[in-house]
């Protein structure tokens, strides 16, 4: 006798390993070849993978799907995320400036994942505003190709940050795997 669940059934797009996100063939992320060469090649690997993964695990919801909370109290959703590692590169971008620090983008603490409401105009905002701050640090990091070289006012070296960044990905991309499952039973990889 089954019973009755609210919690969606667990699937896969793969057909090859039923517990991925998608088949080796198609993850975008898999690349054929040898790995970089090089820390700093290895460092922006890393990091273009796990910001691949975090918009394949957005990919498919509408609005309302990708502002959905995990569980009350929490404020945490996808959306919430995006906005929320849009704000985290800006701020690693003034972690790197001598001058006055850029505002925030969405306004006090956790403005970021408060104001993650489930309109279309909230989420194309917050595709718009990651893949531009993304963007700008990265230009700003390729003018400083040493990983030993301090920067801003307190001499974060770029290392630290490339590192600092790969963390922040990874943790949240963690997340995102159990919020998608949540949402409508996609497991991720």
């Known amino acids: ?10 699937w896969s797009q793969a057909t090859t390993y039923p517990d991925m996100w998608a088949d080796p063939d198609d ?4 690349s054929d070849g040898v790995s970089p060469d090089g820390e700093l090649a290895t460092l922006q690997d890393f990091l273009t993978s796990y910001r691949m993964t975090l918009k394949m695990k957005c990919e498919g919801l509408d609005a309302e799907q990708l502002a959905r ?4 109290p929490s404020t945490l959703s996808l959306l919430g995320l995006l906005r929320h590692l849009a704000e985290v590169e800006r701020d690693w971008r003034n972690w790197i400036r001598d001058g006055e620090p850029l505002p ?8 970021d994942f408060h ?3 489930g309109e279309q105009a909230v989420v194309d905002g ?3 505003d990651l893949a531009r701050e993304q963007a700008a640090l990265d230009a700003e990091l390729a003018e400083h190709p040493d ?6 006012k307190d001499g974060f070296a770029v290392r630290e940050l490339m590192v600092h960044r790969i963390e922040e990905y990874a943790r949240h991309c963690g997340q995102a795997d159990l919020l998608r499952e949540c949402i409508d039973g996609r497991v991720g990889q």
């Open 126 to 128: 917050a595709y718009a």
């Open 147 to 152: 990983l030993g070289e301090r920067l801003g």
């Open 69 to 72: 909370r995990s569980v009350p």
């Open 104 to 111: 925030k983008l969405y306004g006090a603490r956790d403005a």
């Open 115 to 117: 104001g993650a409401v």
């Open 1 to 10: 006798m089954s019973r009755m669940s609210d919690q969606p059934e667990r």
């Open 27 to 30: 993850d975008p992320r898999n």
